[in-house]
């Protein structure tokens, strides 16, 4: 029987139909009440005491009978207010079912509330059949519990439907204490990595959400709060406020479990046979760090479960696809014994194993959430004796007196380009830094004094530990052929000095130190052919500049200490931003740099920066790209391995008497040295990326430039 065959109508009930409308609500009720056990006598006692409660709860709603050619067969609740329809019951007799009556009916109220511009709601069994007409009419969930869904349909125009959130158990709110006297606020999610800057009006709303405290919007009150509903709208979006009672994990399934390159964890399997994971914290990070602070290594067992999930998570795989391999099967991935365990295991702030991502396209990119590992940055500023008086003097003061230990500093702290390539390496053409350096300065075509002279004066500035002069000079002696090279080196800090005075003891000429401040240095009765700052100027103090809104010539639109370099060197900086800082340090130095130079002498800086963005290098001179400069071949695979990813190695690599040094180690070498033993072991976790990635330890070459002048004449 097709219902667009006969005639559908609805009329009120009256008490006359008590009977009927009891037999209909209990039709409406069978799906739920099979397979609980009971008998018919218990379930008419469970129903009549539904259905009077139901009466109970609306009685103002507008009761009507359905007839199907004026008999009836069913029955439709609706309540309204002034802002929404309730759709509270529509049910037919099992044997008028699936003929498109319901759907009609529901269509016809759609039509009426479209009219009246109202949202219509309603409440469904969550395993029945229903939930699928009503998506299909255009009903969306807006909440569930353990056994309803509340669904609902909005007018073209959504922007009645009031919605509460609740804030995702996933969610964390972070601090950061990084810069002295500024505290940052983040919101991160720990399913997706994202991490969101909460605007100070969202910020409260976020407190109260995290309190556990419902927080309800209409997408007009959404408008109204302009560009606090933008960002609303956008932790809807990305999951970080959830309609109330949705389960959080729901869309997650469908996304690709991806484990992020910057965690350093590890898994591997024991001699027992466990497989067991090894990783630091990633609830915080101290920087800095002096010996005692190093990250403490935890080494804990995995569940099958979660070892099965994070030995897939390569990002080729959804949470669901993840189960549908051999063994891991499921129908309903989250109702699965362990599955949620394993993923709060694995998701936890303090571990970080796995992200989740809708798409592949974000893989490669390291610096996208489902990579990174959003940590909260607790920072043990060893070097803030003046933290309000300006960044410039506490980084002199720090080189002056903060340096306690040069190899732990530039080792393992604050690594260079130059310490990360201490060792010889592929991507270096099989050198290290400094040598490659070497080749690359000592061109004849860059520097003709080289092949003329017999002689070639050096003054390295900023030597750091000294490695990169010991491997510079013994290249150079290799290059000059005979030539007699003089090497100096400047350097601010005494601990340093010390330290290049033990690594180049052994060379002759003795090598000369000045202890002195590059910004202002002057060494009587000395020219240099070549003066090298590697990796020194961005210790330099630098000055604040404004732009001076008051000044209509674009030229003269500058003010603040730096103001005065800007002028003196001709920078016209346009596209800058309303303030930035000048490294008027590295002005300074050039200065002093230039008069030590002989006729035809070169000046080689590099550091990180650009030529197009800030901070940007405003020279009119030879500019290029320490990788460029280098030959550096950024195609070799290079494993990706921060401190902490060497510590971790360190701690399974020890058991086997064998440790990795904190420096750029290329797959190559990996494998000559650790393939048979990673085989034993069942090493987990390791990953390699080309170089131009810039996820190794260390520096990321790409980020530097390199600056050369030469002194005219010959
Ligand atoms: C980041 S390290 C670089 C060390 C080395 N060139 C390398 O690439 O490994 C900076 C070096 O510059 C020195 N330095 C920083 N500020 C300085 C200043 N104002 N005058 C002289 N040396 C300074 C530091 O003491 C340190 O040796």
């Known amino acids: 029987m097709q219902a667009s065959e006969e005639s559908v109508t609805l009329r009120?009930?009256?008490?006359?139909?008590?009977?009927f409308l009891l037999q209909v609500y209990a039709g409406t009720r069978s799906d739920e009440l099979d397979g609980l056990g009971w008998d018919?006598?218990?379930?008419?006692?469970?129903?009549?005491?539904?259905?009077?409660?139901?009466?109970?709860?609306?009685?103002?709603?507008?009761?009507?009978?359905?007839?199907?050619?004026?008999?009836?067969?069913?029955?439709?609740?609706?309540?309204?207010?002034?802002?929404?329809?309730?759709?509270?019951?529509?049910?037919?007799?099992p044997e008028h079912r699936n003929a498109g009556i319901g759907t009609s009916l529901i269509r016809n109220l759609l039509s009426e509330a479209a009219a009246a511009e109202k949202p219509v709601r309603v409440h469904v069994f969550k395993y029945s059949r229903a939930v699928h007409l009503y998506e299909r009419l255009g009903f969306s969930t807006v909440s569930c519990d353990s056994a309803y869904l509340e669904m609902a349909w909005v007018p073209d125009d959504r922007s009645q439907l009031i919605i509460p959130y609740r804030m995702s158990p996933y969610v964390h709110l972070l601090e950061s204490h990084l810069v002295p006297g500024i505290i940052q606020r983040g919101i991160f999610h720990q399913f997706t990595g994202e991490v969101l800057e909460p605007r100070e009006g969202?910020?409260?709303?976020?407190?109260?959400?995290?309190?556990?405290?419902?927080?309800s919007f209409s997408e007009d009150d959404l408008t109204n709060l302009a560009e606090d509903g933008t960002q609303i709208r956008q932790l809807i979006e990305k999951e970080?406020?959830?309609?109330?009672?949705?389960?959080?994990?729901?869309?997650?399934?469908?996304?690709?479990?991806?484990?992020?390159?910057?965690?350093?964890?590890?898994?591997?399997?024991?001699?027992?046979?466990e497989r067991l994971l090894v990783r630091t914290s990633m609830a915080h990070r101290v920087?800095?760090?002096?010996?005692?602070?190093?990250?403490?290594?935890?080494?804990?067992?995995?569940?099958?479960?979660?070892?099965?999930?994070?030995?897939?998570a390569d990002g080729t795989r959804t949470l669901r696809e993840i189960f549908h391999t051999p063994g891991l099967e499921g129908a309903n991935i989250l109702e699965e014994p362990g599955v949620r365990q394993a993923l709060d295991f694995l998701t936890s702030p303090e571990r970080q194993l796995i992200k989740f991502t809708p798409t592949t396209e974000d893989l490669g990119d390291p610096h996208k959430p489902c990579n990174t590992v959003p940590r909260n940055l607790y920072h043990s500023l060893r070097w803030d004796?003046?933290?309000?008086?300006?960044?410039?003097?506490?980084?002199?003061?720090f080189h002056?007196?903060?340096?306690?230990?040069?190899?732990?500093?530039?080792?393992?702290?604050?690594?260079?380009?130059?310490?990360?390539?201490?060792?010889?390496?592929?991507a270096l053409g099989g050198l290290d830094y400094g040598s490659r350096f070497c080749l690359s300065a000592l061109k004849p075509e860059l520097l003709p004094l080289v092949g003329r002279s017999d002689r070639l004066e050096v003054l390295e500035v900023g030597g750091g530990t000294g490695t990169f002069a010991r491997s510079f000079i013994k290249e150079a002696k290799r290059v000059l052929n005979g030539a007699e090279l003089n090497y100096h080196i400047l350097d601010l800090s005494p601990a340093l000095i010390e330290s290049q005075r033990k690594l180049l003891a052994e060379f002759s000429p003795a090598i000369e130190h000045f202890q002195q401040d590059a910004t202002r240095f002057d060494i009587p009765g000395h020219r240099f052919d070549l003066v090298i700052a590697n990796e020194v100027i961005a210790d330099f103090p630098t000055s604040l500049v404004r732009r001076n809104e008051s000044t209509s010539d674009k030229a003269q639109g500058w003010e603040g200490e730096g103001a005065y370099y800007l002028e003196r060197y001709d920078l016209s900086p346009e596209?800058?931003?309303?303030?930035?800082?000048?490294?008027?340090?590295?002005?300074?130095?050039l200065e002093s740099a230039w008069r030590h130079l002989s006729p035809g002498g070169m000046l080689i800086v590099s550091e990180y920066g650009s030529a197009t963005r800030y901070p940007k290098i405003g020279f009119k001179c030879k500019l290029l790209p320490l990788k460029e400069f280098l030959e550096m071949d950024d195609q070799v695979l290079i494993l990706n391995a921060n401190e902490e990813g060497i510590l971790c190695l360190n701690h399974i690599l020890g058991k086997y008497g064998m440790s990795l040094p904190y420096a750029v180690i290329s797959s190559t070498e990996f494998d000559r040295q650790f393939q048979a033993i990673s085989e034993q072991i069942g090493l987990a976790g390791v990953s390699f990326s080309p170089l131009r990635q810039g996820l190794h330890c260390g520096p990321e070459p790409g980020d530097f430039m390199v600056l050369i002048m030469t002194r005219p004449g010959s």
């Open 287 to 312: 920087y800095s760090p002096r010996r005692d602070e190093l990250p403490a290594i935890i080494e804990e067992k995995m569940t099958d479960i979660a070892t099965r999930i994070f030995l897939l």
């Open 385 to 397: 004796s003046q933290p309000h008086q300006g960044s410039s003097n506490s980084i002199i003061d």
């Open 40 to 93: 018919d006598n218990q379930k008419l006692a469970f129903v009549s005491m539904q259905f009077n409660a139901q009466r109970r709860c609306y009685p103002e709603a507008d009761n009507k009978i359905i007839l199907l050619n004026e008999r009836p067969i069913g029955r439709m609740l609706v309540g309204a207010t002034e802002d929404e329809i309730l759709l509270i019951d529509i049910a037919v007799l």
């Open 12 to 19: 009120p009930a009256t008490p006359d139909d008590e009977a």
């Open 575 to 589: 596209d800058a931003p309303d303030s930035f800082l000048v490294n008027s340090g590295a002005f300074e130095f």
């Open 400 to 426: 002056l007196q903060g340096i306690e230990d040069a190899w732990w500093e530039f080792d393992l702290i604050e690594t260079t380009v130059n310490h990360s390539f201490r060792f010889p390496n592929e």
């Open 240 to 273: 970080f406020l959830i309609p109330d009672g949705y389960d959080p994990l729901t869309p997650f399934v469908n996304q690709y479990v991806v484990r992020p390159l910057q965690n350093p964890a590890l898994a591997y399997v024991s001699e027992t046979g």
């Open 202 to 215: 969202v910020r409260s709303l976020l407190f109260a959400a995290k309190l556990g405290n419902r927080v």
